[in-house]
T-cell receptor, first 114, second 112 residues
Framework: SQQGEEDPQALSIQEGENATMNCSYK?????LQWYRQNSGRGLVHLIL?????REKHSGRLRVTLDTSKKSSSLLITASRAADTASYFC??????????????FGRGTQLTVWP | SQTIHQWPATLVQPVGSPLSLECTVE??????LYWYRQAAGRGLQLLFY??????ISSEVPQNLSASRPQDRQFILSSKKLLLSDSGFYLC???????????FGNGTRLTVT
């Protein structure tokens, strides 16, 4: 499968704690993206990190990418109840015939308790 | 600003009936367009991908088809629905092959 796989499948934490989600993939990528999905809604883009980048920040979000291990992590610092959602990683495969196609994993369900 | 419209929001159809889901994008030209399906508790499965009018790439050979009759219109169809076609269908667009996707709010399809 070309999809990324998130770990853990579910994560439950208290407000104020940090949440770390991991993503592993199998093939060479052009970029890796993280998305958030509230229940029953469409996905919202969070961060895009390219294959030549190692770390990226956006507000309380920090994403790392290790292409040698084919893995990425998403860290949400000082989590809030409003961060409760499913988080997906998506990989853009670095092959001509599949350029532009994003393949998603099954997601991590994050629950943040007040 | 760009917006994406997807309808209907929910749909209940009997097995064997046809399907037509429509997606339109406003505020951008020549977007890449996508159809994904999400089964309950699962990730997103890429169904179709289009880089231009009449250019459709299929990821999964099924009883579904897609068409792009206009630059910013993407239609997902089926002649005869199966029970296994139930799911959450999401349309998305991007400006280029290495850009983020922007999703619609999805259509919840239940085949009975």
């Amino acid at each position: 499968s070309q999809q990324g796989e998130e770990d853990p499948q579910a994560l439950s934490i208290q407000e104020g704690e940090n949440a770390t989600m991991n993503c592993s993939y199998k093939t060479s990528i052009n970029n890796l993206q993280w998305y958030r999905q509230n229940s029953g809604r469409g996905l919202v883009h969070l961060i895009l990190i390219r294959s030549n980048e190692r770390e990226k920040h956006s507000g309380r979000l920090r994403v790392t990418l290790d292409t040698s291990k084919k893995s990425s992590s998403l860290l949400i610092t000082a989590s809030r109840a409003a961060d409760t959602a499913s988080y997906f990683c998506a990989t853009a495969i670095d092959r001509g015939s599949t350029l532009g196609r994003l393949y998603f994993g099954r997601g991590t369900q994050l629950t943040v308790w007040p | 600003s760009q917006t994406i419209h997807q309808w209907p929001a929910t749909l209940v159809q009997p097995v064997g009936s046809p399907l037509s889901l429509e997606c339109t994008v406003e505020g951008t030209s020549n977007p890449n367009l996508y159809w994904y399906r999400q089964a309950a508790g699962r990730g997103l499965q890429l169904l179709f991908y289009s880089v231009g009018i009449g250019q459709i790439s299929s990821e999964v050979p099924q009883n579904l088809s897609a068409s792009r009759p206009q630059d910013r219109q993407f239609i997902l169809s089926s002649k005869k629905l199966l029970l296994s076609d139930s799911g959450f269908y999401l349309c998305a667009w991007s400006v280029g092959w290495d850009s983020p996707l922007h999703f619609g709010n999805g259509t919840r399809l239940t085949v009975t």
